[in-house]
């Protein structure tokens, strides 16, 4: 069984100051990582994801997220926020052949001006 | 041209009511999903159907049929419908595989049951 934990709901944080979102997920086998985000009322957009490789993974809009096997973490990062980046973001894993995400329970980051 | 698109966006219905959400995916993907995001926003998988099969399906209550006419389509179909159904419904689909992973999700159904 599989399992993510979101470690903060909320992460409010000043346009232009840097934000990290946690992650950390439980896994019997090998899993790939992913991050979403959900803007208001849309569907959920693939920021990036873990399949193997470099554990420095670089995704769209200038976010970044490190996969550290022995903490099983996939912190979420992106240097300078905008005001365009409150949205909700989900952690997710996959270890199945056929692509079943479990999820987090979604972190809402609100940028302030 | 929309990769996952669900219809209708917004259903509002009575209770003990038969509804349907159609989803279609332009991708060539294998792989469709249903997914319900509750009142918390959270996400748990319904059904998964790879090339028309059914390989998924995570104890839903047998109101809920999903039906998948071709690779292409996975509809879902829901009888009787009691006020914990409402949520927001999200299709998704993926090449599947241990290498293709990404799930393209559509925009949702938000479905209200009054």
């Known amino acids: 069984a599989q399992s993510v934990t979101q470690l903060d709901s909320q992460v409010p944080v000043f346009e232009e100051a840097p934000v990290e979102l946690r992650c950390n997920y439980s896994?019997?086998?090998?899993?790939?990582l992913f991050w979403y985000v959900q803007y208001p009322n849309q569907g959920l957009q693939l920021l990036l994801k873990?399949?193997?490789?470099?554990?420095l993974v670089k995704g769209i809009n200038g976010f970044e997220a490190e996969f550290n096997k022995s903490q099983t973490s996939f912190h979420l990062r992106k240097p300078s926020v905008h005001i365009s980046d409150t949205a909700e973001y989900f952690c997710?894993?996959?270890?199945?052949?056929?692509?079943?995400?479990?999820f987090g329970q979604g972190t809402i980051l609100t940028v302030h001006p | 041209d929309t990769a996952v698109s669900q219809t209708p966006k917004y259903l509002v219905t009575q209770m003990g009511n038969d509804k349907s959400i159609k989803c279609e995916q332009n991708?060539?993907?294998?792989?469709m999903y249903w997914y319900k995001q509750d009142s918390k926003k959270f996400l748990k998988i319904m059904f998964s159907?790879?090339?028309?099969?059914?390989?998924i399906n995570e104890t839903v209550p047998n109101r809920f049929s999903p039906k998948s006419p071709d690779k292409a389509h996975l509809n879902l179909h829901i009888n009787s419908l009691e006020l914990g159904d409402s949520a927001v419904y999200f299709c998704?689909?993926?090449?599947?595989?241990?290498?293709?992973?990404?799930?393209?999700f559509g925009q949702g159904t938000r479905l209200t049951v009054v």
């Open positions: 998704a689909s993926s090449r599947g595989g241990p290498a293709n992973t990404e799930a393209f």
């Open positions: 896994s019997s086998v090998s899993v790939y």
């Open positions: 873990y399949l193997s490789g470099s554990t």
């Open positions: 997710a894993v996959s270890g199945t052949s056929y692509g079943k995400l479990t």
């Open positions: 991708l060539g993907h294998d792989t």
């Open positions: 159907y790879n090339n028309k099969e059914l390989i």
